[in-house]
């Protein structure tokens, strides 16, 4: 029996998306100075890509991206010990004293972002940590809230979120909705 499945943002979607967020990060900031952006892997680090160059475009300066890695500083390693950690990649003059905004795809239950946090933590001390995410699918366990958001989708626990993107997926940009699924597997 096959699940089914429905898209809620095309290519173009994604793309309006993004550019409203590099806009209100722009605005946020008040421009591009001390600001890095900083990707959770993986299509995290695509999105914080696709906003630095759309806010170099827009507000003429050239904002670092980088990625940072949270897999050892997730809770839930015991039940998911399969996780293959990515690289960290700070950008040149590290992130103290900086905007940090940390990009995301999905935010769930907000566990990735606690870890992405103690992460940061560890790295140096940033003036202000921003959150950019695509989707806001709610459900949080932690009182965690983005302060830029491409799309609030609500969804049952039961359903699953997927976000696929060109630079990972096969040339394809979208967010579709699965369901339902079983309880522990929804991202």
Do not use: W
């Not at 089914?4 to 550019?19: E, G, K, Q, S, Y």
């Not at 590290?94 to 239950?109: A, Q, T, Y």
Request: overall charge negative.
């Amino acid at each position: 029996m096959s699940t089914p499945r429905r898209t809620v943002l095309h290519d173009a979607d994604i793309a309006r998306a993004l550019t409203r967020i590099a806009h209100e990060i722009l605005e946020s900031n008040r421009g591009a100075d001390d600001l890095i952006l900083l990707g959770i892997p993986t299509r995290g680090v695509n999105l914080a890509q696709r906003l630095s160059t759309l806010i170099e475009r827009f507000g003429g300066a050239a904002v670092p991206a980088g990625s940072l890695d949270v897999t050892m500083y997730r809770d839930d390693l015991a039940k998911h010990p399969t996780r293959t950690p990515s690289p960290t990649a700070i950008p040149a003059g590290g992130i103290d004293g900086k905007v940090v905004v940390l990009v995301d795809d999905v935010l769930f239950s907000g566990r990735s972002i606690r870890a992405a946090l103690d992460a940061l933590n560890d790295i140096g001390r940033p003036a202000a940590v921003r959150l950019a995410i695509l989707v806001d699918r709610g459900h949080r366990e932690l009182p965690i809230r983005p302060d830029f958001v491409g799309k609030n989708l609500p969804s049952a626990r039961s359903e699953r979120v997927n976000v696929r993107l060109s630079e990972v997926d096969g040339g394809v940009d979208e967010v579709t909705i699965e369901g339902p699924t079983n309880e522990g597997d929804a991202a």
